[in-house]
């Protein structure tokens, strides 16, 4: 599903973010990505979903070679995976009914095919009487429930969340992570970069673990340790 | 791309044009005024065009004959006139007619010359192709036999000549600099509401539309920007000139000369707005957020 081999990301300032990275990601499994602020979790993160290019090293997303990508591909590689981020990043101008549509309409489906489907993810996630709310109208909780909707409208293969519950409080953090789940049930891979040790120890999943610019720990299961 | 799709993109941009609110209202006004200077300098500039070339062509050789020269010989003299390069109608009028006609001009009292007492000669009046024509043909009408003297106003025609160049060039300056100021105040008014939505563009690019997706809807929004932004000029400049052209007429009637009629004028110039509009406001969007589709 996923394969990174020898990643290595050096920024146009000079700064080695990643090191010699590489492992390989199952279809179906859970993955959570930790360590310390700029350890380089969002760096191995945004490579994933393309919005930074590995300096060297080779990175397969299914069908996708991404160090050799052509731009033109990028929209139709992206429609295979789910992004949810910290800050939720909804088109404000947009209802939660056309945030979690435009993700289909994008892929040009039919207005028969996508109004059903958004309110099949849209209850999923326990937003169904919120269709016609701006993302203004929302608390920060909802806001990322109608971005994982977005996430899942295209039934991707894999979700990618980068620190997805990092804005939010504990009851509603469990709430998200509740959702992550199920959909991983369901059978598509998530990967998780997070800061929050409560929800990685109290659910364990496979666990990559990145310091320095380098994967230190890769564990099924793992947890925090008390030193970190 | 499939029809439902433009359909959608075109429903997404109104929508969009009405969300943004305050944003759109101030891009529209932009425009607005924009437009209505540009339709004004354009009428402005058109009919000052027109009128200048009307007096240009107003000018004309007057060729008058001698005194005693016979109705044969004034016929010769008719289809010699006729022969000269670039003479494009010779018309016939009498001393008698012409004194007529400064009766009319400058009184009455003229009228004492009528008959045998009339000074004035029987004249042939030449009008050339080209304005700028009538020196060289009255040079060469003035070498003919039984002419007296041929005229085409001297330096008087000379300095219209030259005022007229100036004011044709001047107008063509002012015409393509207005041009200039309407799509560098349009276009970056575009780019201001643009720049204010370049997060929106990355989400965009991230749930995986493509460029093209994403263009549309920016250009259609800039397009309706742009033609929202024409009407109010419309309405104002085809009320305004015809307020003018009313007031102009009785001037115009006495002088011979005429400003562009109505119609189709000002649908041509309504037109001619509303096209700077769309064209500008939309291919404004599709320059602007050219550097926030890069991959």
Redesign the interface.
Known sequence: MIQMKNVMKQYDNGVIAIKDLSLTVDPGEFLYVIGPSGAGKSTVIKML?H?LKPTSGSIQVGKYDLATMA??D??????NIG?VFQDF?????LTVFENVA??M????A??EDIKPRVLHVLKLVGLEQKLRRFPSELSGGEQQRVAIA?AIV?APDVVIADEPTGNLDPDTSEGIMDILERINADGTTVIMATHNREMVNERPHRLLEIAGGRLVRDEQGGSYSDEE | MKSNVFMRHVRDSLKSLKRNGWMSVAAVSAVTVTLLLVGIFLALLLNVNRVSTQVENDVRVRVYIQKGTTKKQQAALKDQLEGLANVKKVTYRSASQELNSIVGSYGSQWAMFRGDQNPLNNIFLVDTKDAKDTISVAKRADKFKHVSEATYGGTTAKKLFRTVATIQRWGAFFTILLLFVAVFLISNTIRITILSRRDEIKVMRLVGATNAYIRWPFLLEGAWTGLFGSLLPMLIVDFGYGLVARNAHFTEAANGFSLYPNMPFLVWLDLGMALIGIVIGGLGSVVSMRRYLKA
Do not use: G, H, M, T
């Open positions: 979903y919005e731009p033109s990028v929209p139709y590689f992206r429609r992004i990043k909804l088109l404000p101008r435009y993700a309409q994008v892929v040009e039919k207005d977005r295209n």
